[in-house]
């Protein structure tokens, strides 16, 4: 029973299960379970989650029913994005053909489907779906209607030309991000976002492929939510726009290469051993029911491209949607999660990374870390000798998000709370003893000593990868001309704070643009542009990749940018 919930994707599991975040948190209402052991009560404590307990540390004795986790109000999840290309005509495809053919006659040797392929070009005729239901349409419509034809296949037929919508997602390994798109026009009608279910097998990719990794059943189970939560948001975006989820009539999926591959339901085994290499890097299309999803009878969803094994078809997105791969000069694009991806360009070639940053700067790994939830902090700055912060929604706070945690650890360094080591000086004010050491306390909610170095780890990664790109192509970093920040993070985040605290070097303010969910974006232009799909796989075949832990010395550069400062110092 505890086991469906976990599956159902409402407990969040950032360590996979494996008793080590204590955020799964679950309240007995009823049935016998095993005592809680040392372990789970050091988490508990930790998390000041009274009358919790954890599911995955719970030994169910017979039949419990369980509330699944604290109440949270509504989730700050980033769904828009910017083009730095601005407007775009549209040219999808798929488009609507009307038609009409004579009734048949005695003695007619041509089909329905054929006359009706014939009338409006599609020499590829009709998808099984649409011949299925063809010929009694025809006759209730008096052989006339209209077709939706992608390239020379009918993949739908109407009684009336009606709005031509397409969807665009953006799998995100914490968000799904979706896009109700108006094809004729390039619209947006609607867009939403919602959880990753995946979270419940852990929070970042490495878990969940391990998990994936580990059966059939288990692959099966966290492929099932992932392609239930794309039907639910596609759903969800419908009734908004209300119309029906079968006018669907084109998808573009885009995602890191472990979401593409979960999916699609290709093996992922091969992405977590050396040399994680990819089962497919080029772009594909598949249709749509094969893959779970009820849109119009013969509907495509078309897959972005990956460029390696741990940089996929998002970041393709991402610098697409940035132009990135257009720029003269050098730039930087870095989308923030709990896999960074990178991408440098410096006359007219891109190369990119990726960087195992982790979940810290998403709730993951630290103490009272959470998503941008009401009840985080999310700005902190320096008011003379005092501290302030706000809090989404007001009130109490009960955690930090990403961009507290930022502004917090620049502040605890200007205010010399913190060494440029990342150790709390004891006797600093607000700093005190706590459970694991020392802590500093901010409206009453602690980060540790402990969160510190999960931070400084974060950081690290992000920064070391910044430095790879630059070294590995020759690049100063007073050379870089922008650096686009893409994500809900990189639109949160301060990002002097971020220079402060060493993420990123020292540039001109001006050089950062937020262009929030580029991803999102760029799927969408792939959705509405058949020229922009084939700048995507043009982008995804050029660009170079680095792979970071078989650089020569990469790991002494990883400790190089482990300290609070935006100098790296390395042999």
């Known amino acids: 029973m505890l086991g469906d919930q976990l599956g159902?994707?409402?407990?969040?599991?950032?360590?996979?299960?494996?008793?080590?975040?204590?955020?799964?948190?679950v309240r007995i209402l009823s049935g016998a379970v095993s005592g809680a052991d040392e372990r789970e009560l050091e988490l508990l404590a930790r998390r000041a989650a009274a009358g919790y307990r954890l599911a995955c540390r719970v030994r169910v004795l017979g039949d419990v029913r369980v509330e699944?986790?604290?109440?949270?109000?509504?989730?700050?999840?980033?769904?828009?994005?910017?083009?730095?290309?601005?407007?775009?005509?549209?040219?999808?495809?798929?488009?609507?053909?009307?038609?009409?053919?004579?009734?048949?006659?005695?003695g007619e040797?041509?089909?329905?489907?054929?006359?009706?392929?014939?009338?409006?070009?599609?020499?590829?005729?009709?998808?099984?779906?649409?011949?299925?239901?063809?010929?009694?349409?025809?006759?209730?419509?008096d052989f006339r209607g209209w077709a939706v034809i992608r390239g020379d296949e009918v993949i739908a037929v109407r009684p009336r030309r009606e709005r031509l919508l397409g969807l665009a997602v953006d799998l995100g390994t914490t968000k799904l991000a979706g896009y109700l798109v108006d094809l004729d026009t390039g619209e947006i009608v609607e867009s939403a976002a919602i959880l990753n279910p995946q979270v419940s097998y852990g929070a970042d990719v490495i878990s969940r492929l391990g998990?994936?990794?580990?059966?059939a059943d288990n692959y099966r189970r966290i492929r099932g939510v992932l392609v239930k939560a794309v039907r639910d948001l596609a759903s969800q975006l419908c009734h908004r726009a209300g119309c029906r989820v079968s006018d669907i009539q084109e998808a573009v999926v885009c995602g890191n290469t472990a979401m593409h591959h979960l999916f699609l339901g290709l093996p992922v085994g091969q992405l977590v051993r050396a040399p994680y290499v990819p089962a497919l890097t080029a772009p594909v299309d598949v249709k749509a029911r094969l893959l779970g999803l009820s849109f119009a009878p013969g509907a495509y969803v078309h897959l972005m491209p990956c460029i390696a094994g741990y940089v996929g078809g998002d970041h393709v997105a991402v610098i697409l949607?940035?132009?990135?791969?257009?720029?003269?000069?050098?730039?930087?694009a870095i989308d923030v999660g709990t896999n960074t991806e990178i991408a440098?360009?410096?006359?007219?070639?891109?190369?990119?990374?990726?960087?195992?940053?982790?979940?810290?700067?998403?709730?993951?790994?630290?103490s009272r870390g959470m998503r941008a939830l009401p009840g985080a902090i999310d700005r902190v700055w320096l008011d003379g000798d005092d501290i302030r912060f706000t809090v989404v929604g007001g009130g109490d706070p009960a955690g930090f998000c990403g961009g507290g945690l930022i502004d917090l650890l620049a502040v605890l360094l200007r205010a010399q709370i913190m060494d440029a080591g990342g150790r709390l000086r004891a006797g600093a004010p607000g700093v005190t003893e706590g459970p694991d050491g020392l802590e500093f306390r901010l409206g009453g909610v602690p980060l540790t000593q402990r969160d510190i170095?999960?931070?400084?780890?974060?950081?690290?990664?992000?920064?070391?990868?910044?430095?790879?790109?630059?070294?590995?192509?020759?690049?100063?970093?007073?050379?870089?001309?922008?650096?686009?920040?893409?994500?809900?993070?990189?639109?949160?985040?301060?990002?002097?704070?971020?220079?402060?605290?060493?993420?990123?070097?020292?540039?001109?303010?001006?050089?950062?643009?937020?262009?929030?969910?580029?991803?999102?974006?760029?799927?969408?232009?792939?959705?509405?542009?058949?020229?922009?799909?084939?700048?995507?796989?043009?982008a995804a075949r050029s660009a170079g990749y680095l792979e970071l832990m078989t650089l020569p010395g990469y790991q002494e550069l990883f400790l190089s940018c482990i300290g609070f400062t935006d100098r790296v110092s390395v042999p």
Request: net charge neutral; with cysteine; proline share 6%.
């Open 453 to 538: 170095r999960q931070l400084q780890l974060a950081k690290a990664a992000i920064r070391s990868g910044i430095e790879a790109l630059l070294r590995t192509t020759g690049t100063r970093a007073e050379e870089v001309e922008k650096v686009y920040l893409a994500g809900a993070f990189g639109v949160a985040m301060e990002p002097e704070n971020a220079m402060a605290v060493g993420m990123f070097p020292r540039l001109p303010r001006g050089c950062f643009v937020p262009v929030g969910n580029a991803a999102g974006m760029g799927a969408c232009l792939t959705l509405i542009s058949q020229n922009e799909r084939l700048k995507a796989a043009q």
């Open 68 to 106: 699944l986790g604290p109440p949270k109000g509504p989730d700050r999840l980033q769904v828009g994005g910017v083009l730095v290309a601005g407007e775009l005509e549209p040219q999808p495809v798929v488009k609507q053909v009307q038609f009409q053919i004579d009734p048949p006659q005695v």
């Open 109 to 141: 040797r041509a089909g329905d489907a054929d006359r009706v392929a014939a009338a409006v070009g599609a020499e590829q005729g009709h998808d099984l779906e649409v011949l299925r239901e063809l010929s009694d349409r025809l006759r209730c419509w």
């Open 8 to 25: 159902d994707g409402q407990v969040v599991a950032a360590c996979g299960g494996r008793g080590r975040c204590g955020r799964c948190l």
């Open 211 to 215: 998990y994936a990794s580990s059966s």
């Open 321 to 332: 949607a940035t132009r990135l791969h257009e720029y003269q000069g050098v730039a930087l």
């Open 344 to 366: 440098l360009v410096r006359e007219g070639s891109v190369i990119c990374c990726s960087c195992a940053s982790g979940p810290a700067f998403e709730g993951g790994h630290v």
